[in-house]
């Protein structure tokens, strides 16, 4: 008999609406015609870049902004006109009907001040029904299954015969990457909720399996019940001024509610360096319009489209009978920065400071700016002065010819327009691979993405500067220091695998065996990875795939301590400073080093959304001091004096006990 999963998609019609590269698929078949919108065909340049406001707040009270943020659906020109607008989801505020769009406005932080934040689903329609996907769902993944009720909820679903797969309410829950969230705030994947719509069948779970647990938890430390279709959480912001992103991470799911559209950038301020050294302002609430901003947040996103501009994602719209499949990777064919497909940015000759984000599901970035759009190898005419990573600013500015970004990572830069001639044209361009990406150079170990599309970016239209730029040159700047961790109390010796599971590749988190073997382990078996509260520990995370993977921890921000062959090869410079997601390259050991100082449950992942949605998700649970530890790896740093000082070489292996040894 033939698997339903050996009917995958391969891409679509035509070849230019989705690209899923023979390393992809797991097998070849053709999906149904789709009339898809073919990317040479749209114009680059037409549109000024968006830059999202600030997020209006409700209250801003003593204690801490307030801010009710609902996801709806709603149509935004994306491709330019006379294409129709689009079809998305995306995040506002629900006191300002005009605030919502994809990105989302930006929250603005500052450290030391909490934000409260009650998130809605609203995926409903004008009667209060709810809204379907806008795409196809593969109900057979190991997801949230509210059609599975309370007792198969968080669990594998049954195909329903639809070509479009599930169709009933979706569900949400928000994660703040990269945030230091208590774990009822975190947005944990089993957390969800269904929108409050009227035509919910009975029988179908509201809410996923941990949701009860932490709205108890909130309602305990604060005084306050969430309403239904809806979570309150609170981030402390008790970390480093950094560049913050929130997003969809449903259990499942994420790949395809991320996909269409609710994202935004939470900036978290503070007085790490005075005011005017760096190029700004960002956009504030309450700014007059026409403000000119010199902080400018680009969140970098692949989509496809279908020939009437909707958004298109493979694995639906097909004709088999069982409905949509999981496709293991995706490389959309277009660029979108900012919610508009290859805009340009008219610039002053002074600095800018870019906070990049890769929004995309699974497309890793190289970038460079250029004067030549399309000219491979590309030839970079300004350096992107790199200075912050995820978690705040490096220890001192790097300047990159290119600059590697794989999905949900940070960079925060300078590009200094100063010398630009006035009407000069440069471009951000790509030259990261239009499929999945196993590390190496472009033109050399890999095909660069399409120069005529994926390629290109983003335009810049330099013109004289209308003022003085206060900002200090990157090349001058000194950034402050911050203390390393000390010493570990434990090392955890984690891998990267690959398993087929049906007919289909799928990527496994794991631990070791005792012979030094990836063990994996998928969502729902026993947790290994259960740090003590307030301990230190190094991860050393093996990947025995082909192919990268952003590896990305809850709750913490992280120091990165070596890669390589054995894992003691010093990190890149852009790699010194704190980081929430680390690129796992194949063979190689990647070391990190984190302090867990919250308790409770949390998860670590793989951040290519398609692996994280398939299996490629542990929990992280954090136990209070004296817990007992069933099925916990890891040394204690006595045992063979495994616990690794910073920068050292790789940890002397551990002695007897240091392979994890799950149960299950
Ligand atoms: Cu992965």
Not at 235 to 264: F, I, K, M, S
Not at 406 to 421: K, L, S, Y
Not at 473 to 486: D, K, T, V, Y
Request: aromatic letters at 8%.
């Amino acid at each position: 008999m033939v698997s339903r999963r050996r009917l995958l998609a391969a891409g679509a019609a035509g070849g230019a609406a989705a690209l899923v590269p023979a390393g992809w698929a797991a097998s070849g078949r053709a999906l149904a015609a789709v009339a898809s919108l073919d990317a040479g065909d749209i114009p680059k340049y037409v549109a000024p870049l968006r830059i999202p406001p600030a997020m209006p707040a409700v209250g801003t009270g003593p204690e801490r902004d307030e801010y009710v943020i609902a996801v709806r659906q709603f149509r935004q020109q994306i491709l330019p006109r006379p294409w129709p607008r689009t079809t998305v989801w995306g995040y506002g505020s629900t006191a300002h009907a005009g605030s919502f769009g994809c990105p989302a406005p930006t929250i603005m932080a500052r450290v030391g001040r909490p934000v409260r934040v009650t998130w809605v689903n609203q995926l409903v329609d004008a009667r209060g029904d709810h809204l379907p996907h806008l795409l196809p769902v593969d109900p057979t993944l190991h997801w949230a299954n509210p059609a599975g009720g309370v007792e198969h909820r968080d669990r594998h679903g049954r195909p329903d015969g639809s070509p479009q797969g599930y169709r009933g309410p979706v569900p949400q829950v928000v994660h703040l990457h990269g945030a230091h969230s208590a774990q009822e705030s975190d947005g944990h994947s089993e957390a969800w909720y269904l929108p409050a719509a009227r035509d919910v069948p009975p029988d179908f779970a509201v809410t996923g399996g941990a949701y009860a647990e932490f709205r108890s938890r909130f309602a305990e430390r604060y005084g306050l019940r969430w309403a239904p279709g809806s979570a309150t959480f609170e981030y402390d912001n008790d970390q480093r001024p950094c560049t913050l992103w929130y997003h969809d991470h449903t259990l499942g799911l994420t790949r395809e509610n991320v996909y269409a559209g609710p994202a935004g950038f939470y900036l978290l301020g503070g007085d790490d360096l005075p005011d005017g050294v760096l190029p700004g302002p960002a956009p504030e609430r309450d700014d007059p319009p026409n403000t000119a901003y010199h902080d400018i947040p680009l969140m970098i996103q692949d989509r496809s489209f279908t020939a009437d501009g909707d958004l298109f994602y493979p694995g639906g719209y097909s004709s088999h009978p069982d409905g949509p499949v999981w496709v293991p990777g995706f490389s959309g064919s277009t660029m979108v920065v900012n919610g508009r497909t290859w805009p340009t940015l008219t610039v002053q000759r002074r600095r800018y400071r870019f906070r990049l984000l890769n929004g995309c599901n699974s497309r890793f970035l190289l970038l460079s700016v250029t004067a030549n759009a399309t000219a491979r190898p590309a030839r970079p005419v300004l350096p992107v002065w790199q200075i912050g990573s995820d978690g705040g600013l490096l220890p001192e500015p790097v300047p990159h010819e290119r600059v590697a970004l794989g999905p949900a990572q940070r960079v925060d830069a300078i590009v200094d327009f100063t010398d630009v001639p006035a009407g000069t044209e440069l471009y951000l361009v790509n030259e990261g691979p239009d499929g999945m990406y196993g590390g190496g150079r472009p033109g050399v170990d890999f095909a660069p993405a399409d120069p005529r599309t994926t390629g290109q970016v983003l335009r810049f239209v330099v013109s004289d500067a209308t003022g003085v730029d206060p900002s200090v040159p990157p090349e001058q700047l000194r950034l402050p220091s911050h203390p390393r961790l000390g010493p570990a109390q434990r090392v955890r010796r984690l891998s990267l695998n690959e398993r087929r599971s049906g007919d289909s590749t799928i990527m496994l988190l794991g631990v070791l065996d005792e012979r030094g073997r990836g063990l994996p382990l998928r969502w729902s078996d026993p947790p290994t990875e259960q740090p003590t509260l307030g301990d230190t520990e190094v991860w050393e995370v093996r990947n025995f795939t082909r192919h990268v993977h952003p590896v990305h921890l809850h709750q913490v921000q992280f120091e990165m301590l070596g890669r390589g062959h054995s894992g003691s090869v010093r990190p890149e410079p852009g790699d010194r400073g704190w980081m929430d997601t680390v690129l796992a390259y194949p063979w190689e050991v990647t070391r990190i080093k984190a302090r867990f100082d919250r308790p409770g449950r949390y998860a670590w992942h793989c951040h290519l959304l398609e692996h994280e949605d398939n299996e490629m998700m542990r929990p992280l649970n954090v136990l209070p001091r004296g817990a007992a530890e069933a099925g916990d790896g890891g040394a204690a740093a006595g045992d063979g004096g495994a616990a690794a000082g910073d920068g050292g070489a790789a940890s002397a292996p551990a002695g007897p006990g240091s392979a994890s040894t799950p149960t299950g």
